[in-house]
């Protein structure tokens, strides 16, 4: 009975509160209507001559992941959108919804249009790696120059290759059936801290703060009840293997990768086969003390590999 009134006690505890910074982050945003949902995106005018660049996070995470190299990117780039995908962050969260990583790419492609944005450039990172494939894959069908222009793609640690992605243990005790559902409301912050935290190379963990804030991000609008839910895109990863690495080798879209090798889920085998697999594999490996957060842990490094790769481009 006891057991049974400490989890009713965590189901109904709400949310904790944003904290100031986050709430700055939320203030300096607004909200577009995707089919009744609200989509959080900031649209932030910058100071280079680089055009519109997008932002894509990852898992389990959301835009405010890209908050230390944001002032960078704002230097390189005339416009920089940040957007929480749906199920994120400070978007909505509805948990009767079959996400999926094709739906994700419709809501970056009619807010992008909302926006007037016909080119750009694309920076993503884990679960938003899967996103932009999508977003390549229709950019490589298109026989005409209608829908979204892709100027460019450079990814961050993700699951490209599903032969050397490693979900981790909570994520595969999620995708269960039955106990997905059960699961996903019960876990605790000190046990989500743990499981991040391994993520992260051993010099270069976030603070207590900054722990926190990713974790409000994660229940704000009771988000840990869809987790389980989104998962589904790890076996989406499977189901669509072809089509989404195939879009990466066969694009005229230039596309880079900036790797932090202290990863277990995408352990540095990954790079082997990143240089196998891709025809024009251009890649910058970060220290081998940088994890799977690289735009967290060494946002100078990344800064550095992404305007080197940028800067490189064709002039349009």
Same mark, same amino acid.
């Given at each position: 009975?006891?057991?049974?009134?400490?989890?009713?006690?965590?189901?109904?505890?709400?949310?904790?509160?944003?904290?100031?910074?986050?709430?700055? &982050?939320m203030n300096s945003?607004?909200?577009?209507?995707? =089919?009744?949902?609200?989509?959080?995106?900031?649209?932030?005018?910058?100071?280079?001559?680089?055009?519109?660049?997008?932002?894509?996070?990852?898992?389990?995470?959301?835009?405010?992941? &890209?908050?230390?190299?944001?002032?960078?990117?704002?230097? %390189?780039? *005339?416009?920089?959108?940040?957007?929480?995908?749906?199920?994120?962050?400070?978007?909505?969260?509805?948990?009767?919804?079959?996400?999926?990583?094709?739906? %994700?790419?419709? #809501?970056?492609?009619?807010?992008?249009?909302?926006?007037?944005?016909?080119?750009? =450039?694309?920076?993503?990172?884990?679960?938003?790696?899967? #996103?932009?494939?999508?977003?390549?894959?229709?950019?490589?069908?298109?026989?005409?120059?209608?829908?979204?222009?892709?100027?460019?793609?450079?990814?961050?640690?993700?699951?490209?290759?599903?032969?050397? *992605?490693?979900?981790?243990?909570?994520?595969?005790?999620?995708?269960?059936? &039955?106990? @997905?559902?059960?699961?996903?409301?019960?876990?605790?912050?000190?046990?989500?801290?743990?499981?991040?935290?391994?993520?992260?190379?051993?010099?270069?963990?976030?603070?207590?703060? /900054?722990?926190?804030?990713? &974790?409000? @991000?994660?229940?704000?609008?009771?988000? /840990?009840?869809?987790?389980?839910?989104?998962? %589904?895109?790890?076996?989406?990863?499977?189901?669509?293997?072809?089509?989404?690495?195939?879009?990466? %080798?066969?694009?005229?879209?230039?596309? =880079?990768?900036?790797?932090?090798?202290?990863?277990?889920?995408?352990?540095?085998?990954?790079v082997t086969h990143?240089?196998? #697999?891709?025809?024009?594999?251009?890649?910058?490996?970060?220290?081998?003390?940088?994890?799977?957060?690289?735009?967290?842990?060494?946002?100078?490094? #990344?800064?550095?590999?992404?305007?080197?790769?940028?800067?490189?481009?064709?002039?349009?």
């Amino acid at each position: 009975m006891l057991v049974g009134f400490l989890v009713f006690k965590y189901l109904t505890h709400p949310p904790p509160d944003l904290s100031r910074e986050l709430r700055t &982050w939320m203030n300096s945003g607004e909200f577009y209507d995707f =089919h009744g949902f609200k989509i959080f995106f900031i649209d932030r005018k910058g100071s280079g001559v680089g055009g519109t660049l997008v932002a894509l996070h990852g898992f389990p995470t959301f835009s405010y992941d &890209w908050t230390k190299i944001l002032p960078g990117l704002e230097k %390189q780039f *005339s416009r920089v959108i940040l957007i929480d995908c749906l199920g994120f962050g400070l978007s909505d969260k509805p948990t009767q919804h079959n996400y999926s990583i094709f739906e %994700q790419a419709d #809501v970056i492609e009619g807010l992008l249009a909302s926006l007037h944005v016909k080119d750009a =450039h694309l920076i993503s990172h884990d679960y938003g790696d899967t #996103v932009a494939q999508e977003m390549v894959a229709r950019f490589n069908e298109r026989e005409t120059k209608d829908g979204l222009g892709i100027l460019s793609l450079c990814m961050l640690n993700g699951g490209v290759f599903t032969e050397t *992605s490693h979900p981790r243990p909570l994520q595969l005790l999620l995708l269960r059936p &039955w106990l @997905g559902p059960i699961l996903a409301g019960l876990v605790p912050y000190h046990l989500y801290k743990h499981g991040f935290s391994e993520i992260f190379g051993p010099n270069t963990q976030p603070t207590s703060d /900054e722990f926190w804030e990713f &974790w409000t @991000g994660i229940r704000y609008n009771r988000g /840990e009840r869809v987790l389980y839910r989104i998962l %589904q895109y790890i076996p989406e990863r499977y189901a669509n293997e072809e089509r989404w690495v195939g879009a990466l %080798q066969s694009t005229v879209v230039p596309v =880079h990768m900036i790797y932090g090798p202290a990863d277990p889920v995408n352990p540095p085998e990954f790079v082997t086969h990143y240089r196998k #697999v891709m025809p024009n594999p251009s890649i910058s490996v970060l220290p081998g003390t940088i994890g799977h957060y690289p735009q967290w842990e060494a946002p100078g490094a #990344v800064l550095k590999s992404y305007v080197k790769f940028i800067t490189g481009l064709p002039k349009h």
